[in-house]
């Protein structure tokens, strides 16, 4: 653990089941209050969830704050080992900020001790990390690619940052720039920040490695190297698939670096229970349509 970790948030890590493995007996509730994106992915079809965190082919409801917390309550008293709530889209948790924190307003008043986790693409991190840790949040997901904007260029088709779309390698520059800025500013104020990272063969697999060692030195906690599931109708939708063995080679590989996810199910953004067990489908249409 980073040394300005607080020991509450490393006996929280404990029962967080994406950041420790052993904590499979926990339920991770995931709300899906976040619709918009302000980047566009080459790898997203916008008819699915956000895949820097989810797998194409699914769609997730979308619900307003306030009908996320009456889910919530319901979804916690059928769950006693409910642990974590997670902001994961379907778009980005901060493209939607208003909406992401009167969420976790809501369920914090009425849970104090409750893990709060949102993943992000990181563009707007700069802007809202102090507040999110004003907010309680110690677990932050960012999905960083690459560290080089050229790169960068051939995943990002455009970045829409401060009333301007921006596109190639400047655009990437900005995100990429404000990834890194926000990681490090999370992480030496004792935040927990796993790093997702796409694998897409031909293109960033190579470059890996020296991502890993960038968001090491930035201060993130893991990463979670997870393949490119190409979606229908996007960009990348006839890319080469990753191999479960290549991915896993890498992973070894930079595990010798920092801590690895082996075990990341690629959930979608309304995804509830265990990790090895979606029932997000129960408690669909839990609340009546004038609560959402
Ligand atoms: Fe959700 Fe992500 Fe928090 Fe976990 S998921 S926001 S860190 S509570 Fe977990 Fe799902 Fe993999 Fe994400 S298994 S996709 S890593
Ligand atoms: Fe799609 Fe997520 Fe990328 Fe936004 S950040 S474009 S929702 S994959």
Known sequence: ?????????????T????????????????????????????????KYDCLNESRPG??????????AYNKYLVVKEKLPNLKVIGVAGPGDALANFEETKKAIELIREDDPEMTICISTNGLMLPEYAEELIQLGVRHVTITINTINPKIGASIYKWVY??????VGEEGAKILLDNQLKGLSYLSSKGVLCKVNIVMIKGLN????PEVVDKVKECGAFMTNIMPLIPAE???????????NKELDELR??????????????QCRADAIGQLSQDISIEFRDSISEDQE
């Open 161 to 166: 940052y401060k009333g301007k779309v921006l």
């Open 58 to 67: 699914v769609t997730s409801e979308v619900l307003t704050p306030e009908g």
């Open 1 to 13: 653990f980073p040394e300005e970790t607080s020991l509450d948030t490393m006996l929280k890590t």
């Open 15 to 46: 029962k967080h089941p994406c950041y420790s493995e052993c904590a499979h007996e926990y339920a991770r509730m995931h709300i899906p209050v976040a619709p918009k994106c302000n980047i566009s992915c080459n790898y997203c079809n916008r």
């Open 252 to 265: 070894d590989r930079c595990s010798l670096d920092l801590k690895q996810m082996y075990h990341c199910k």
């Open 233 to 243: 109708g996007s960009e990348f939708e006839d890319m080469p698939l990753v191999s």
């Open 205 to 208: 697999d190579e470059y890996i």
